[in-house]
């Protein structure tokens, strides 16, 4: 961490936006050239997604999670404080997913599919990397009488106790969280503006939770919570910085390695600032691009018909022949004012 900087975390947050966003503008061109130059044909396309992604798409490279993640990480390392358990409990998932999703990219790329690490050992390792989180932050907060309390929001001081049954809770939402955002990299700049937008309204949160605020809002307060808001502050830049190479006509890909990241370090910042709930009204678009895709999956396989022309949802729309910008467009609205809704729960005093 700088010695000479103010201990103000808005102005830290701002000082790690920027650093992010200056390190992947500055970088971007030269990483997509050595990925162009060293994963040959690119990310293989999926024949049964759309077809028309087959011409579009083809030989772009993958793996641009990377850019947001050395971005995000470099910047988060000098502007946050490293004294800050929650700080670490985050960086370890958004580390450990990220390596998860760069082994699968790493296989696609190499062995030229679209389908390389079972889907049973992605559980179990996202699963056992989401317990050792959890536990660390359990941890943290012993001894508290809110310590396995789930908030309700929108509701005031109503809250459920769930005990021990809170670990393996906070632990699906974390998973859950990761591959929802995985599904919803599907077409260029939708899942990293989604993500620029959720971790927005978590910034915000999570600086209100931990700061002399919280009372205001009607929050439970979360011990050095508000550290958070910078790092997600230096996501936020990441994302800006990769969305600059990423928008329509992609130049490169986030991969497995940006989204299962991203999703697993959102659903871990959820848990540390105790608004797991809030977190499907705020990414209401990633439950619902999962959702879609479950439905799809499972009425199929009884009926042998579809839901959906084709599932994730956003290429149901494409298949209705919405341009690819327009929906990407019209899903950052929706995420949008998702994000204002969850936020409106801060200090709800109804009920």
Same mark, same amino acid.
């Given at each position: 961490?700088?010695?000479?900087?103010?201990?103000?975390?808005?102005?830290?947050?701002?000082?790690?936006?920027?650093?992010?966003?200056?390190?992947?503008?500055?970088?971007?061109?030269?990483?997509?050239?050595?990925?162009?130059?060293?994963?040959?044909?690119?990310?293989?396309?999926?024949?049964?997604?759309?077809?028309?992604?087959?011409?579009?798409?083809?030989?772009?490279?993958?793996?641009?999670?990377?850019?947001? +993640?050395?971005? #995000?990480?470099? $910047?988060?390392? !000098?502007?946050?404080? /490293? %004294?800050?358990?929650?700080?670490?409990? &985050?960086?370890?998932?958004?580390?450990?997913?990220?390596?998860?999703?760069?082994?699968?990219?790493?296989?696609?790329?190499?062995?030229?599919?679209?389908?390389?690490?079972?889907?049973?050992?992605?559980?179990?390792?996202?699963?056992?990397?989401?317990?050792?989180?959890?536990?660390?932050?359990?941890?943290?907060?012993?001894?508290?009488?809110?310590?396995?309390?789930?908030?309700?929001?929108?509701?005031?001081?109503?809250?459920?106790?769930?005990?021990?049954?809170?670990?393996?809770?906070?632990?699906?939402? +974390?998973?859950? #969280?990761?591959? $929802?955002?995985? !599904?919803?990299?599907? /077409? %260029?700049?939708?899942?990293?503006?989604? &993500?620029?937008?959720?971790?927005?309204?978590?910034?915000?949160?999570?600086?209100?939770?931990?700061?002399?605020?919280?009372?205001?809002?009607?929050?439970?307060?979360?011990?050095?919570?508000?550290?958070?808001?910078?790092?997600?502050?230096?996501?936020?830049?990441?994302?800006?910085?990769?969305?600059?190479?990423?928008?329509?006509?992609?130049?490169?890909?986030?991969?497995?390695?940006?989204?299962?990241?991203?999703?697993?370090?959102?659903?871990?910042?959820?848990?540390?600032?105790?608004?797991?709930?809030?977190?499907?009204?705020?990414?209401?678009?990633?439950?619902?691009?999962?959702?879609? %895709?479950?439905?799809?999956?499972?009425?199929?396989?009884?009926?042998?018909?579809?839901?959906?022309?084709?599932?994730?949802?956003?290429?149901?729309?494409?298949?209705?022949?919405?341009?690819?910008?327009?929906?990407?467009?019209?899903?950052?609205?929706?995420?949008?004012?998702?994000?204002?809704?969850?936020?409106?729960?801060?200090?709800?005093?109804?009920?």
């Amino acid at each position: 961490m700088l010695t000479f900087m103010t201990d103000l975390v808005p102005v830290r947050a701002l000082w790690a936006f920027f650093t992010a966003l200056i390190i992947a503008l500055a970088v971007g061109s030269r990483f997509i050239e050595f990925c162009r130059h060293h994963q040959g044909k690119g990310q293989p396309i999926r024949e049964s997604g759309p077809q028309s992604h087959l011409q579009t798409k083809k030989g772009t490279p993958t793996m641009g999670g990377l850019l947001i +993640i050395g971005a #995000s990480l470099t $910047s988060a390392l !000098l502007w946050c404080r /490293l %004294d800050n358990i929650h700080l670490w409990s &985050c960086l370890f998932v958004y580390l450990a997913y990220a390596a998860i999703g760069f082994t699968d990219d790493y296989l696609k790329v190499t062995k030229n599919t679209s389908i390389t690490i079972s889907g049973k050992l992605r559980l179990i390792l996202e699963f056992t990397i989401s317990l050792a989180a959890v536990a660390a932050v359990s941890w943290l907060n012993r001894g508290q009488p809110d310590q396995f309390e789930l908030n309700i929001p929108y509701f005031t001081d109503l809250s459920l106790n769930l005990c021990w049954f809170y670990i393996p809770f906070a632990m699906f939402v +974390i998973v859950g #969280s990761a591959n $929802s955002v995985n !599904l919803s990299d599907g /077409l %260029d700049g939708l899942a990293g503006g989604l &993500c620029i937008i959720a971790f927005a309204a978590f910034m915000i949160i999570a600086y209100l939770c931990g700061s002399d605020f919280y009372a205001y809002f009607n929050l439970s307060p979360v011990f050095q919570s508000s550290e958070l808001a910078v790092l997600c502050a230096a996501v936020i830049g990441g994302c800006a910085g990769f969305l600059w190479f990423n928008a329509p006509p992609a130049k490169i890909f986030m991969g497995d390695t940006g989204s299962l990241a991203l999703g697993g370090l959102l659903g871990m910042i959820a848990v540390c600032t105790r608004h797991e709930i809030i977190l499907a009204v705020i990414g209401g678009i990633f439950v619902i691009e999962a959702l879609s %895709d479950i439905i799809q999956v499972f009425w199929y396989k009884r009926t042998k018909r579809r839901v959906f022309l084709m599932a994730p949802i956003h290429h149901h729309f494409e298949q209705l022949g919405w341009k690819e910008t327009t929906v990407v467009l019209r899903f950052w609205l929706v995420g949008l004012m998702l994000a204002l809704l969850g936020l409106a729960s801060l200090g709800w005093t109804g009920a």
